[in-house]
């Protein structure tokens, strides 16, 4: 079964941009989905951004559109989340997620099989 494993994640002041990737390990991301999500200090896992590895389809949260851009690279069986203009509320654990979602579903946790560990991301001055 594939298994994701996040890098990236780091310390960085507001305004600053930082490049997360989530690679496919044990397997291939061939014919599945797959989402970006964060959990903030005491508060509940929310779903940042989706991709379609097949067609590269992308939707993001209102909280990030315009700022986050996720892509694929089908080469290296990667998937990226670039961060720009990042502020102190993006802080968090970013987790990558790979499931088979229907359109309707794709930002619920609960449509997505594998989970990697996670990757600290802090914003702050």
């Known amino acids: 079964q594939v298994q994701p494993v996040e890098t990236g994640g780091g310390l960085v002041q507001p305004g600053d941009s930082l490049t997360l990737s989530c690679a496919a390990t044990g397997g291939t991301f061939s014919g599945y989905k797959l989402a970006w999500f964060r959990q903030a200090p005491g508060k509940d896992r929310e779903f940042v951004s989706y991709i379609n590895w097949s067609d590269g389809r992308t939707y993001y949260s209102d909280s990030v559109k315009g700022r986050f851009t996720t892509s694929r690279e089908k080469t290296k069986n990667t998937m990226n989340l670039r961060m720009e203009s990042l502020k102190p509320e993006d802080t968090a654990v970013y987790f990558c997620?790979?499931?088979?979602?229907?359109?309707?579903?794709?930002?619920?946790?609960?449509?997505?099989?594998?989970w990697g560990q996670g990757t600290q991301v802090t914003v702050s001055s």
């Open positions: 997620a790979v499931g088979r979602p229907i359109l309707s579903s794709l930002r619920y946790e609960s449509s997505y099989y594998y």
